[in-house]
């Protein structure tokens, strides 16, 4: 069986499991859109799931291509959880991924993810799959996304964080990260202590120590990996971290 490489780079791990079967459904129902066709047929390389030697080469390494097809798969699960699917989500995993891979490398990926979004999501099988392949920085980042995709309507539904909250368990990202990244969608100063991983009753030196771990943890270069585009979300993180500390650091009157 051939998949059309449409994320970009080889499909790695993400060709097997529930992943590789979630996408061999999509990508087959795509086939039947003309938009679809047209933009697989725009210059697109095909990547073997039978060829056994070019997928050990790639199963072990998280790849641009495996992490765009989590985030694809993830994404369907969390636009379905309010039952409403909303343009304003589409649009921001649409821009996501022509900054990544390019506008019709992106319309290719849009059809996929609409045929996933009529079908129901093995969510905890695909987690398990991410979870034994992808490294934890990545995983974080993935986090970071979804919660970027559920708030892109300018509201975080009840039901987008519970899907979201499954997901991170089931990746095996811890409550503190979890809350961590999750407070990094709203401003106020208590959002700043959890962006931290601390509490309020923290002291100064507690608080500068938080902030160099977490700085360290959510470095962009954890994910160079993942390539440029990822870097600069991952940058995201980053800032979040730096002007959670100064928030803190203006409200305290330290330096």
């Not at 798969?73 to 989500?89: F, G, H, P």
């Given at each position: ?125 695909v987690c398990q799959q991410i979870r034994h392949f ?116 203006k409200e305290r009157g330290f330096k």
């Amino acid at each position: 069986m051939s998949y059309a490489k449409w994320i970009g780079g080889a499909l790695g791990w993400a060709v097997g499991g529930p992943i590789g079967g979630m996408l061999g459904f999509a990508f087959g129902a795509a086939m039947d859109d003309p938009s679809f066709v047209k933009a697989k047929n725009q210059g697109q390389k095909t990547f073997s799931g039978g060829n056994q030697n070019e997928y050990e080469q790639f199963r072990h390494h998280t790849r641009p291509g495996d992490f765009a097809s989590s985030l694809i798969v993830l994404s369907a699960a969390v636009m379905k959880a309010d039952s409403k699917l909303m343009k304003s989500e589409l649009d921001y995993i649409r821009d996501f991924l022509s900054r990544q891979f390019g506008p019709a490398t992106a319309a290719q990926q849009i059809g996929i993810l609409k045929e996933l979004l009529k079908k129901e999501i093995p969510l905890k099988d695909v987690c398990q799959q991410i979870r034994h392949f992808m490294e934890h920085p990545m995983r974080l980042q993935l986090l970071h996304y979804l919660f970027g995709i559920a708030k892109s309507d300018g509201d975080v539904h009840r039901l987008e964080v519970q899907v979201i909250s499954d997901i991170a368990e089931y990746l095996g990202i811890s409550a503190k990260d979890y809350e961590s990244i999750k407070a990094m969608f709203y401003k106020d100063s208590a959002a700043a202590y959890t962006i931290l991983e601390i509490t309020a009753d923290a002291n100064d030196e507690e608080v500068k120590k938080a902030f160099r771990k977490m700085a360290m943890k959510y470095h962009p270069d954890k994910i160079s990996g993942l390539g440029e585009q990822h870097v600069k979300a991952a940058q995201e993180k980053f800032i979040k971290v730096q002007e959670a500390y100064d928030l803190i650091k203006k409200e305290r009157g330290f330096k």
